[in-house]
């Protein structure tokens, strides 16, 4: 069998960290098996869907590097739905019904207060066609459910293992609204036919939906693709994340400096069995894929951990891999300034702050005046090697009697102006003698 898989956004909003998860399994599994990969724009909800988003959402899966080989759009689709749509209407498995939103409402209410399960009656298949005409002559405009049969239906969930959703517990679903658009759900059903998609893998909050769509499939006359449930991501604190999802957009994260790879690797292991480690290529990620690893309850999601791996992918990143960016920068040939540094940047912008400090001109933060020009006066002649650092504290320690912090933060103060930073011992050489001289004088060079 052909693997395809697809991921099918709503275009009502930007792609977070919630959505990509789905994005992201369905394109490594697709990958990992040699199959192929569609991005469906489920875009049937013509007043909400904007351009702007669907632009965004390739902008946010170019950047990740999920790309996808082939492409569809719900809404240049219509006539095929809706030629499908005649066929169920003549079938009988597809009916009008009149209820309000108000009246639905009520009705649910009556059911549970009697400790019923809330599923509709389908009151609508008693009407008459006097009472549809009168309904109708009204101005009311009916929506349509789809008639479930009342059996129970099973799939062999590869996240969840064996499933079984009894249809008598699930309301006939509605396919069409009142004006005549459609839900997601049987468009949804009659493109996974029609792309030949393999594996539908999507969050868990789609179990229900996926009874209903399996007996629309066979409805059809098709073979229900395999089903693969993930579970859905919570906040640290187990909280709902739907309200924060605006924060935790995946363009948020670029703005914010998060490299793409740290947000794959953290997304592909979040919630699984694997360690949340930073992955410099999507190959390894596949070799660790696979279903079973995925966990059954939510998945904690904390941006603070986001942003460790974000700090760890970079402190493990060679220097070929980034020497187009730093040049970008007006950073040039700089594997040595790289590799000294690299090890102390959270962000990739905070090069430019150690690029400066090398190449000045900065501050130098002088505390003690005499203990800097005792410093001075024992400063090696260049060019320094990475033996230099360790000859010069020797020597200053020997003028000054100071050891430890005592000795270094001074030095690294007036060297670098920052209390913290890369090893001096890799930085001493970059900054290089004329430098060193003028700033342990407290000179702005
Ligand atoms: N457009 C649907 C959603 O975003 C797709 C669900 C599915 O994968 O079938 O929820």
């Not at 396919?175 to 658009?181: A, P, Q, T, V």
């Not at 070799?287 to 939510?298: G, I, N, T, Y």
């Not at 990739?348 to 020009?373: Q, R």
Request: proline letters at 5%.
């Amino acid at each position: 069998m052909t693997v395809i898989t697809r991921f099918a956004p709503s275009p009502t909003g930007k792609i977070h960290i919630g959505n990509l998860r789905p994005a992201l399994i369905n394109w490594l599994y697709a990958r990992a098996e040699g199959g192929q990969f569609m991005l469906r724009i489920d875009d049937t909800d013509l007043e909400r869907s904007k351009e702007e988003y669907v632009d965004g959402i390739k902008a946010d899966l170019t950047w990740l590097g999920l790309t996808w080989d082939f492409e569809a759009r719900q809404s240049t689709r219509f006539d095929k739905y809706d030629a499908v749509v005649e066929n169920l209407k003549a079938e009988g498995r597809l009916y009008p019904c009149y209820e309000t939103a108000d009246e639905l409402d009520r009705k649910r209410k009556r059911q549970m207060s009697r400790g019923l399960p809330p599923v509709y009656d389908r009151a609508a298949l008693d009407m008459t066609d006097e009472e549809r005409a009168e309904l109708e002559a009204e101005g009311r405009k009916p929506h349509w459910r789809f008639k479930l049969e009342d059996r129970s239906v099973v799939w062999t969930d590869l996240v969840r293992g064996e499933q079984s959703i009894e249809a008598s517990s699930l309301s006939d679903p509605i396919l069409i609204r009142e004006d005549g658009s459609y839900l997601y759900t049987l468009p949804s059903v009659i493109d996974d036919i029609e792309f030949k998609v393999s594996h539908v893998i999507r969050g868990e909050d789609h179990v229900a939906n996926t009874g209903a769509q399996i007996q629309i499939f066979e409805a059809l006359g098709a073979q229900a693709p395999v089903f693969a449930h993930h579970n859905l991501l919570v906040g640290k604190e187990g909280e709902g994340l739907s309200k924060r999802l605006g924060s935790l957009s995946i363009s948020s994260f670029r703005e914010d400096g998060i490299e793409a790879m740290a947000v794959v690797s953290h997304a592909a292991s979040i919630g699984s069995s694997n360690p949340i480690v930073p992955h410099q290529t999507t190959e390894t990620i596949f070799k660790e894929f696979a279903f079973e690893k995925l966990s059954r309850s939510p998945a904690k999601f904390d941006v603070a951990e986001l942003e460790l791996i974000n700090a760890k992918l970079l402190h493990e990143t060679e220097f070929s891999v980034v020497q187009t960016r730093l040049a970008e920068l007006g950073i040039e040939g700089a594997e040595a300034f790289w590799d000294a540094v690299r090890g102390n940047i959270e962000k990739f912008e905070d090069v430019k702050l150690w690029w400066k400090v090398v190449n000045g001109p900065i501050d130098p933060v002088i505390e003690d005046a005499e203990f800097c020009a005792k410093a001075l006066s024992v400063l090696p002649e260049g060019p320094y090697d990475e033996t230099s650092w360790g000859t010069f504290t020797k020597a200053v320690k020997e003028a000054t009697g100071a050891k430890g912090k005592a000795l270094f933060q001074p030095l690294r103060l007036s060297l670098t102006g920052q209390p913290h930073g890369p090893e001096l011992k890799a930085l001493l050489p970059l900054i290089g003698p004329d430098r060193a001289a003028g700033r342990l004088k407290g000179e702005v060079v």
